[in-house]
Structures are given as structure tokens and as C-alpha cells.
């Protein structure tokens, strides 16, 4: 059925597929040292090198567990799962599995493990860096139909559903009772909560209610060890030191360790008001300055301190026709922004610790959005700087993070080293993480100076002790940079982790991580 | 040098120890054998079979590695460090190394794996359930040494430091830019950051600030794995998905899998104003509700929602000396706290959201502190629960979590099920955390009593999806009682870990975890 594989594997189904005399004889010695020889072989061969092709067997074996609802095989749905939403990869699965329980997830594992299948497990399939679609020809394993909220306590604010609820249908659940999510994202209408956790999904609030990790209460997982286990790590419990919180592993891990099917997470009081601000600063160091006097003095209300350099303000100026709305011009620029529960004294005490960073001489200058309105075309000057590059030539955009005092630097070096080559290099994004979108525009594409491009940025930014991936993940993008992201003997262990918990290694194979 | 351990370990020590004639001869083929035999009960054997005991050239090879300053095998200094502050439990030790650095940490780890040696890790030495001194005689390592603030950054609030620094001084330190850490406890003058980590510390702000996976940003770790290993997970990022977050495994884990060495932690901006109220319910429904509307309407500005029922109040009133400021007899009530950055408002917000609770007839009655006289005042009635218990008659005292709704309902059971046998039985704690503290008194101390009380409560407690420790952890106090804490499909990847990183079963035995 899957063709295009490795000689050796197509070797191996040869031997399945034989039709009449068999190669060799069943249970003849010398076809039990050969079934002997391929044990070892597959025990011992390095991960991609030995999966099964799917044959016709296997798939009635998947039909029998999701039924026939549950499965698809018609090119022009599987030609929707099979595309990555960048563009950029696209798989070749030619089946697509959609468990509606966990017990159904847990047959499937079982009968990929017994058959040393490849997986590719797909949620909202929004990843930005080819994590959510089959690198080659793997079985495409949806979350989409462990669709149910199971329980939402309003007193807690802890909230259990399975995998593939829509981040916004819970936000929406949840705001009913006067709470939201903890995180909030621009995929939000089609990302799900399971490839929230897997991805440990970072967006627009983690300044004010930090990264996932302390969110989310507990998950049930199914992994592959041991032929394939349900792992029930549930918890609505806030506080529980009673042992290791091995669920944590399971965040972040793109799906290489196990497959969630169930999230607890603690939701978040929704605030009921915003105030926006846009500051000009003439130093990089009075961002820095006045990002820390802004977190002193406002606390929790502080929302996002979000930045954009001169360079991204032009281009969103060019492209998008937006005016700079600070009459001072400056090199670099702050949105702040304030999110609280008091609609009486939220807004004049943003604008006093914000007037006061300004007689201090932190900001040259600065706009206090009075509205609603104002305050959304305020984030147009920060929301649109992606979209303006991509109308500025052949675009090419890094998500890194850096320690706060070697955030900008970055920006400068890209200049110094490829300005001549390029038409714009700018760096804006979400400064209170550390977080940079550098972005890089030529007048058309070149191989050669991406790869130049990529080798000098990820190199610099480990070199820095910054991170390749702030937000995004390696996927299948930074496959061949992840070993500079960590020291080796880390990398070893993470390594050993995959090879714990999905010791044939089927789940999303080609991606996020490598042999060490 | 140390004795009292099982026959087959003096056996192993007696081969060891002989003076003149060898009782074999070295390299004779019956040593061989009984070497290999040896290996293969050492490979072979439970966790705790098999350990060597501690002879004179160990303790030269320590002194090596650690100075002689930084080896005490004085008896009075050893009887400090034996001691367990809540004085149930006395270890055994007649050695305590103090590394004053990773490095040499690393080197006390090599060894001890090479020569099978156990240790026991001790920070501040202020655990509640026998966690931080040995349970028998093993090498007390302690982490006093590995004090030094590394940095701080204050537009981050990043903070590097080593594990032996005290709670209280890193407060103090992150203070003078205006952050606060962001979690508190009672031992903050002599607990430290490396065991705060190792235990995952709960504490007074954690429905404000969340648990400390949300702010561990890196941890560097030594590892007992392949004769001793160091694995530097060290980040000043708050953003960071480039691979699994590998120290998210020993946040908590007691430190069973490795050495907290150093912790990157993400500080908190430091509050200026706080507010108290004391309120009395009428239903334990009742404080749910007001749970629910209070964080709703405070949002972030909430710190603390503490309850106390009437007889833990009646407790206080006889035996510490305090009265009800509630004119309104109730059976349940709350304390409520908050903390922010408006002078002006804060105060107005806090009581204006307060009042209106109790217009709605949520609470019966209440008071609100107009001075932080009468705020220390209102907390004291929270505070002194403890304590008024332990004049109270014999204490029996149990850290539990459980599902919101569930909470109050194991002090009813405890008072039908051994309220004639008790003088008192009563709950207060962290409503807001969902972690009650169970006290019961008896005229007299009895062991069947207790026996009986821990199996129901625990029971209980996991029946109900409850955790037995809700912030303590588990230590030797609650080990026989692990086994309840998670299906046993999950405590066998938990004892999987414990086998990866640390094969030999040296680090803190005889705690925390069993094999399953």
C-alpha cells in the first residue's frame, strides 16, 4: 500500500507480502534463524530503519478498532491532513486513524507497536515548524474526535477534557464562569488543548501567567512501552507532592513520548479591563530599564511588553499604511499593555507608572490608547510587522530567544553581517519573554544565503546561551540544529526518554529529535 | 567503621575489614567466584541489599575531594545533622561531606557509586516527614557549602544561584530591585533553595503565584547515572522549546534521581500593599461560592484564601488565648488576602468586592483589617491553629489534598468514625490550594488509634482522588502509604526513572519511593 521507503524495509514486506511459494518455508530452521536475525536487527538498528510498509491486514485491524467512521482513506480528506499550513512539508499518508476514546487510542498503539508502524499524531495540525504532518508516509493518528469537556469546577477554576478539544470552544466553556485559559494563541479557532500541551504552547500571555509547566494539572498519556500503556496522570489537585509529577515530562515533548489523550489545567480569572500604551525609547537599554520599572510598579496588571525596532515599524508603515503614531521618531518602540479587574482605577494607574517611566526619561515618548478602538490599532503596529515583511521580498523569520541583555544584539550582528545582501533586517516580539522574531527580507530567494543565514543565527544563539526555538518547536524546520540546543550529555537523556517510553520509536519519527 | 547493618552487608565487610590472613586469597579461583557471585547479587538484588559499608580509605577518598574542611565526623556536629526537627525520626550518619562546588559534588557522587556507598542529600534539614536526614547510617552529603548568588537580572528577574542558598537571603537579594521570590514558607530563614526545589515547596502564595514549575526556568543536576554524570539544564529563558524541559523531572522527585546543584528561578515582582478579611460562613457551600466570586472579581490581586472551621476557631480561642472578631457564631470561616501595587485602591477594591459577597449572602458575617496591626491580628487566628492543637491533648496531624468539593468532607468522616474515641477533631488550610490540614487529639497517645487513622485517611484520600501529601511530599513518614498515591501502571515509570538515573539505588534510600 506505502511505497517509497528504504531498500531494507521494502525487503522486509517482501517477505509479507509473497503471494504463492513462500521465500521461505514456514517454521524451516533456516527461516527461524532469518526471523532471529531481524529481531536483533530491529533491536539493535538505528530508529528510522526498520518500520513495517502498511499492508491491507493492518488496515482492518485499525478498522475494527475506530470503525469505519474512524477511518480515512479518501485522498481528498487525506490530502487536508497530509498539508502543512506553512507550505512548506507535506506528508504522504495514505491513512488516517481518528480514535474517539482513549481506549480506542490505546488499541491503535497496540497494534502499531505489534506491527512496528509509524505514527504521526495530528491535533489542530497548526504547527509552524512541520510537526503536525507526516514526514514521509506514517499513519496519520487525529485527536480530533477525543473531543468531550469532561468536567469544569468554577470554585477551582480546574478543568478536565480530553485532547482535542478547540482552545476556544474551552476558553469559551470557561468564560462562562467568569475564567480563561492560561495561554492564548493566534491559531486559537483550530489548535488543540493536546497539541497545546504537547507543543507546551506559548503565545500572547505567558509574561503575566508563565509557561504552561505550572498550568497544567495532570494529562493521561498512551505510550508505546511495553507493547502500548495507558498512563493515567489525572489530577484536579493544585498542590500534591505524593510523587515525581511525571506528567510534566510529557509537556513540550511534541508527541515523541506518548500520545495525550486527556489535559487537567487550572484555568485563569478572565480580567475585565485593558489598557494599551506605545512608547518610543532611544536606547536599547531604556527598553530594558523601563521594562523592569514597569514590572515593579504594575505587577500582576501588566499583560504584555511587547517591541518592535525601527526597521519593522517602517516596514509596517510601507506596506500596511499605518502611521507611526509617536511624534518623536526613535529606534525602538513599546507596546504596553495592562489587563485588570478593576474598571474604575485600571486605567489611571497604567497611565501614572507609564507617565512617571516617562518624566524619569526612560521613554522619549508615548500614546495612551483612551478606547477600545484605540487601543486595537494600537497591536496593529505590532500584530501586522509579520505580514509586512512578507509584502517586503523574499522573507526569511527566525523565532529565537535570548537572555534579556543580548536580546537586540542579534538584530545588530543579522546587519552587520547580512545587511549588504539584504533589503531589511528588524526584530520585534514579545520582550518581557526574551522572545525575538527576527526578520530578514531579500529581493528574491537564495539557497545559499539562507543556509548561511540559518548556520549563523542558531549558532549565535546557543553560542549566546538563547534558545533556537522560544515558541514554535523543531518539528521537522530545526531537525538538523537541535543538537546545539542543549549539552550532549542532556541531549543523551532526552534521547533515553524516547527511548523508555517508545522504545520502537513509531511515534512522529523524522522530527524534534535525534540519536546522540 | 559503621555497623548495625543486615547480616549480608557485614558478611560483604567482614571480607573487607580482615586483618592477617586474608579469609581468601586474593586472586585465588574461589575469590574469583565468590567476586562474580558478588557482582551478580549486587545486579540482582533489591534496592536495599546490598550496600558497602563505609571504611577508613572511603572516608581518605572523600577528604580528597572535599577538603578536610569540608568533611565533619565531629560527634557534636553529627548529632545536629542526625536530628530531624520534628524529632520523629534520628539518623545514623557518621560522616557528612559539604562540596563547595559542583564539580566536587560530582566527584562525591563518582566515588560513592564506585563503592556502593548510600547517601542521604541535606539542605536546611527542615523536611516535615524525615526526608532530610538518614534513615540509617548513610553519608549525610550536604549542599550548606554551594551558597553563592550567581546572578540576578532585574529587567528579567532571572535569578542564578547555588542549591545551599537560604530562602530568605535570595528574598532579601531579589528585594532590592523589587521582586519577590515567588513562593514562601514558614522555614524560610534556614530552608534552602536546593531542597525548596527537590520538594517542590507549596507554601503561603501559591494560588497567587502557582507551583514552582511554573517559575524553575533551568536546574544544573548531578546524576549518580554511568558511574556519575552532571547534566547542566541551566536557562535564563522563560521561552524555551527546543527539546523536552529534562528538569521538570526533578522539581519534586525528593532527590531521588540526582543533586540539585544550581537553579535558574524566575522571581516575582514584590507587592506593596496588603488587605485581610475575616469572614464566617454559614455552609461549606457558602465558601465555595465566595471562592469562586472573590477570584473572579480580585482576579491576580488575591493571595491568600485560608479556612478554619469552628472548632479549629474554638481551639485557638481556649488554648491560645484569642477571640472571634466575627460577632456571628458560624461552623466555617475564611480569612482573605490581598496583596498589590495601588496604594490608593488597593484597600477600596479588596473591601468593595467583599461587601458585596456579603450583601449577596454568601458570608454570614465579617471584619476587615483597617492596619497591618490588625491584619497580623487576623492571621494569628489562622496561624496559631497548630499550635493550639498541640496543648490540645495528643495530635495527630495529616497534610492532605483533595478535590474542591470533596475537601471539607474527611473531617466529617473523621468525626464519625473516631469522634467518641477523640477530644477534637478539625480541618483548616489553603481552601484556595484545595489542602486541608486534618488535626485530630486524643486524651492519651495511642498506636492503634494512629494505625487506624492513617489507613482511613489515606484511604480516603485516594479513593477519592485526593493526594496523600499535598506539600510535605512523602519522605520516610508516609512511605508505606506510596503505593495509594498513582495507579501502579505510573509509580512503576517513577521507580523507572529512579532505576535510570540512578541504577545503584544510592541516593536518599529507604524514602519516598518502594519498588512495584
Redesign the interface.
Known amino acids: 500500500m506505502m511505497g517509497g521507503r528504504s531498500h531494507i524495509r521494502r525487503r522486509f514486506c517482501r517477505l509479507d507480502k509473497a503471494k504463492g511459494a513462500p521465500l521461505l518455508r514456514w517454521g524451516s530452521p533456516k527461516r527461524q534463524m532469518l526471523k532471529t536475525v531481524c529481531k536483533l536487527w530491529r533491536h539493535f538498528v538505528t530508529p528510522f530503519g526498520s518500520y513495517a510498509a502498511l499492508r491491507d491486514g493492518q488496515v482492518q485491524l485499525l478498522e475494527r478498532v475506530v470503525g469505519s467512521k474512524g477511518l480515512v482513506m479518501d485522498a481528498d480528506r487525506l490530502a487536508v491532513a497530509n498539508a502543512d499550513w506553512t507550505g512548506q512539508y507535506r506528508g504522504n499518508a495514505e491513512v488516517l486513524v481518528a480514535p474517539s476514546s482513549s481506549d480506542e487510542v490505546l488499541q491503535v498503539i497496540k497494534a502499531c507497536v505489534a506491527e512496528r508502524l509509524p505514527l504521526c499524531i495530528q491535533g489542530g495540525n497548526t504547527s509552524l515548524v512541520g510537526g503536525s504532518v507526516p514526514a514521509r508516509d506514517e499513519l496519520i493518528l487525529s485527536t480530533s474526535k477525543l473531543n468531550r469537556i469532561l468536567h469544569f469546577?468554577?470554585?477551582?477554576?480546574?478543568l478536565n477534557c480530553e485532547a482535542g478539544c478547540i482552545l476556544e470552544t474551552l476558553n469559551s466553556h470557561v468564560g462562562q464562569?467568569?475564567?480563561m485559559m492560561p495561554f492564548d494563541l493566534a491559531a486559537r479557532g483550530s489548535c488543540m488543548i493536546g497539541g497545546n500541551v504537547a507543543?507546551?504552547a506559548?503565545g500572547l500571555h505567558?509574561?503575566r501567567f508563565?509557561?504552561l509547566?505550572?498550568?497544567v494539572l495532570g494529562l493521561e498519556v498512551v505510550v508505546p512501552?511495553e507493547g502500548g500503556?495507558?498512563?493515567?496522570?489525572l489530577?484536579?489537585?493544585?498542590?500534591?507532592?505524593?510523587?515525581?509529577?511525571?506528567a510534566?515530562?510529557f509537556?513540550?515533548?511534541e508527541g515523541?513520548?506518548g500520545i495525550v489523550t486527556q489535559v487537567s489545567i487550572?484555568a485563569v480569572?478572565?480580567?475585565l479591563t485593558r489598557n494599551v500604551a506605545f512608547l518610543g525609547c532611544l536606547t536599547f537599554q531604556d527598553c530594558?530599564?523601563l521594562?523592569?520599572l514597569i514590572?515593579?510598579?504594575?505587577?500582576?496588571?501588566l499583560s504584555s511588553v511587547e517591541f518592535v525596532d525601527q526597521d519593522c515599524l517602517n516596514c509596517v508603515k510601507e506596506h500596511m499604511k499605518l502611521s507611526n503614531p509617536v511624534a518623536t521618531s526613535c529606534p525602538f518602540y513599546l507596546l504596553i499593555e495592562t489587563m485588570?479587574?478593576?474598571q474604575?482605577?485600571d486605567g489611571q494607574?497604567t497611565y501614572a507608572a507609564i507617565e512617571q517611566c516617562l518624566e524619569e526619561g526612560h521613554a522619549a515618548d508615548g500614546v495612551f490608547a483612551e478606547s477600545e478602538t484605540q487601543a486595537r490599532e494600537l497591536w496593529k503596529l505590532r500584530e501586522l510587522v509579520s505580514e509586512a515583511f512578507s509584502h517586503d521580498g523574499y522573507n526569511y523569520k527566525y523565532d529565537v530567544?535570548?537572555?534579556?541583555?543580548k536580546y537586540y544584539e542579534i538584530v545588530e550582528k543579522c546587519k552587520d553581517n547580512f545587511g549588504v545582501e539584504c533589503v531589511r533586517v528588524g526584530g520585534f516580539g514579545?520582550l518581557g519573554?526574551?522572545?525575538i522574531h527576527l526578520n530578514i527580507t531579500s529581493k528574491c530567494p537564495s539557497d545559499s544565503l539562507k543556509k548561511r543565514m540559518d548556520d549563523f543565527v542558531y549558532k549565535w544563539t546557543t553560542e549566546n546561551?538563547?534558545?533556537?526555538?522560544?515558541?514554535?518547536?523543531?518539528g521537522q524546520l530545526?531537525l538538523h540544529y537541535?543538537h546545539m540546543?542543549?549539552?550532549t550529555?542532556?541531549?543523551r537523556?532526552?534521547v533515553?526518554?524516547k527511548r523508555?517510553f517508545d522504545p520502537s520509536w513509531i511515534l512522529n519519527p523524522y522530527k524534534t529529535?535525534q540519536n546522540v
Open positions: 469546577d468554577e470554585s477551582s477554576g480546574v464562569s467568569g475564567y507543543t507546551c506559548g505567558l509574561l508563565g509557561p509547566y505550572g498550568h512501552l500503556q495507558k498512563l493515567n496522570m489530577s484536579s489537585l493544585r498542590k500534591d507532592n505524593s510523587t515525581f509529577r511525571l510534566n515530562l509537556i513540550g515533548s515523541q513520548l487550572c480569572p478572565r480580567p530594558l530599564r521594562l523592569h514590572r515593579v510598579r504594575l505587577g500582576p496588571l485588570g479587574f478593576n474604575d482605577n494607574t530567544s535570548l537572555p534579556i541583555h514579545h519573554d526574551g522572545n546561551n538563547g534558545s533556537i526555538s522560544a515558541e514554535h518547536g523543531i530545526k537541535w540546543s542543549r549539552p550529555a542532556v541531549l537523556q532526552c533515553a526518554m523508555h529529535l
